[in-house]
C-alpha cells in the first residue's frame, strides 16, 4: 500500500548539483516526519537528512551539513533534497523513508528502490 519513488540522481561532476524527488502515496504524508538515506559502494545505508511534518524543523548529517537542504510540499507528497558542491564520496544511492520524529529511525518496510548519484572527479 506505501509507496516512495525516488527520482532526480544522475552523473555530474565534482562541485556541481542535483535535486532527488521522492513522490508518496498509500499514507498520510503531512503527518509524518521523512527522511533521506544513502548507501554508497561496500557501505552500510546511512543517514543523510530529515524534516519534520510542517518543515519547521531540519536534521543533517555532519558529512552533509552546509552543502544539503532538504524540503517537503505537502500538497504534493513530495519530499526534496537539493544537494549542491557535490563531491565524490557523495556517490550513492538515495533512498527517502518515513522516519521517526524522535530518531529519525527510518520504518522497515516502506523502501523504494532509490535513485543513483555519481559525482565525478
Known amino acids: 500500500q506505501v509507496q516512495l519513488v525516488e527520482s532526480g540522481g544522475g552523473l555530474v561532476q565534482a562541485g556541481g548539483s542535483l535535486r532527488l524527488s521522492c513522490a508518496t502515496s498509500?499514507?498520510?504524508?503531512?503527518?509524518?516526519?521523512m527522511g533521506w538515506f544513502r548507501q554508497a559502494p561496500g557501505k552500510e545505508r546511512e543517514f543523510v537528512a530529515a524534516?519534520?511534518?510542517?518543515?519547521?524543523?531540519?536534521a543533517y548529517a555532519d558529512s552533509v551539513k552546509g552543502r544539503f537542504t532538504i524540503s517537503r510540499d505537502n500538497a504534493k507528497n513530495t519530499v526534496y533534497l537539493q544537494m549542491n558542491s557535490l563531491k565524490p564520496e557523495d556517490t550513492a544511492v538515495y533512498y527517502c523513508?518515513?522516519?521517526?520524529?524522535?530518531?529519525?529511525?527510518?520504518?522497515?518496510?516502506?523502501w523504494g528502490q532509490g535513485t543513483q548519484v555519481t559525482v565525478s572527479s
Open positions: 524534516i519534520s511534518w510542517n518543515g519547521g524543523l531540519t
Open positions: 498509500g499514507r498520510t504524508f503531512s503527518s509524518y516526519t
Open positions: 523513508n518515513f522516519v521517526s520524529p524522535l530518531n529519525y529511525r527510518p520504518a522497515k518496510d516502506s
